[in-house]
Every structure is written in C-alpha cells, then in structure tokens.
Antibody
C-alpha cells in the first residue's frame, strides 16, 4: 500500500525557514519510474507546484521560488525534505507531497499525502 | 514555463448533465496532460493521465481528449459526488504546471 505523509510545523514566523518532511511507504525513492513533488495550495486558491526530486537525485524548482527552495531525499529513511527560506504570510498554504509515476506515456501524480496546513504569522 | 489555462473558472450544472471543461497550454505538450479532481479539505485525486487514459477505479463517465495545446475533460452524466474542483496539469517538462481550476457547482 502506497502512502505519503507530510510533517512539519503548523506555524512559522515571517523570515523564518520552513522545513517539511514527506515520509513515504509502499515504494522506494530509488525506483526509476518514480519521483516526489511538493505542491501547495493557499486557502481558497489553486494548486501550485513547488519542487520535484527524481530517482537519480535530479531536482527541479518553481521558477519564481527557485532561490528560496531546496528539495532533498534520504532513500534509506524513505523521506523527502523541502526547505523554504524567508517565509512570508503569503506562503500560508496547505502543503502536499505527491508521488509522480512515469512511463512511456508520460508522468502523473498518482498518490498524494493528506496535506499539512502551514500558517505564517508573527 | 508552460502556462495552463482552464475554462470556465466555474460552472453550475444539474445532476445528469453533460459537462465539458477545457484546458489550453501555452505551447504544444503533445499528450502530456493530466486531470485531477479535488473536493473541499481533501487532497487531489488523479482522474485522467496522458490526456485520455482513465485512472484505475475512476468511473467511466469521465473521459479526456486532446493533444498539442487543447484538451478537454468530459463528464458524461454528472453525479452528486462529482461536484468538486478540477485541475489540469502538464508533464511535458519541468517545471510542472497546473491550471487555475474549474469549480463545478450544483445548479
């Protein structure tokens, strides 16, 4: 059974650094067909893709946030970590991690975590 | 980055109606287009992958079509549990991008 679960602080102060962890089970982060993304959703707004890490450790970031984001993984712990620096109230959102599965037809997010709401406030 | 534009942003429909949502890409993305359904307070759920492939367990009233820059998601006969927000997403290349969403509401 494939599961993903986000963990991290529910409240951070402006200018602080957010660190979120996605713990996965039921698949390996070294599987060539799979990667993990972080995606967020501000209250009442659309989904925003943030960052992705591939099985070969290649990374990709949202262009507008690239300077603030770092994604990494620990395959032995089945964890993917996202850090976002210099947090601002506009970064208040539900943060999801999601598995991206790929084959010759393309790539898609086939499994999602439940999400974790992060509020940025002093 | 590839921009994804959905229309309409919202629609009102009745149970049993046929509903079509469109998604346009700012450049050709071949068939690298996925559709998700999201209900309030829940994580998105994959409906359609690679433009026209129904994810396992998704009812057959959902279908997807298109290629290049124009795609559609159709619900052939709207059911009460289909009232939700729908998102398209391109996987042609990273950075992956989502559309702004289409909210399907009860008429």
């Amino acid at each position: 059974q494939v599961t993903l679960k986000e963990s991290g602080p529910v409240l951070v102060k402006p200018t602080e650094t957010l660190t979120l962890t996605c713990t996965v089970s039921g698949f390996s982060l070294s599987n060539a067909r799979m990667g993990v993304s972080w995606i967020r959703q501000p209250p009442g707004k659309a989904l925003e893709w943030l960052a992705h890490i591939f099985s070969n450790d290649e990374k990709s970031y949202r262009t507008s946030l690239k300077s603030r984001l770092t994604i990494s993984k620990d395959t032995s712990k089945s964890q993917v970590v996202l850090t976002m620096t210099n947090m601002d109230p506009v970064d208040t959102a539900t943060y999801y991690c999601a598995r991206m599965f790929g084959n010759s037809q393309g790539n898609w997010f086939d499994r999602w975590g439940q999400g974790t709401l992060v509020t940025v406030s002093s | 980055d590839i921009q994804m534009t959905q229309s309409p942003s919202s629609l009102s429909a009745s149970v049993g109606d046929r509903v079509t949502i469109t998604c346009r890409a700012s450049q050709s993305i071949s068939s690298y287009l996925n559709w998700y359904q999201q209900k309030p307070g829940k994580a998105p759920k994959l409906l359609i992958y690679a433009a026209s492939n129904l994810q396992s367990g998704v009812p057959s009233r959902f279908s997807g079509s298109g290629s290049g820059t124009y795609f559609t998601l159709t619900i052939s006969s709207l059911q009460p549990e289909d009232f939700a927000t729908y998102y398209c997403q391109q996987s042609y290349n990273a950075p992956w991008t989502f559309g702004q969403g289409t909210k399907v509401e009860i008429k």
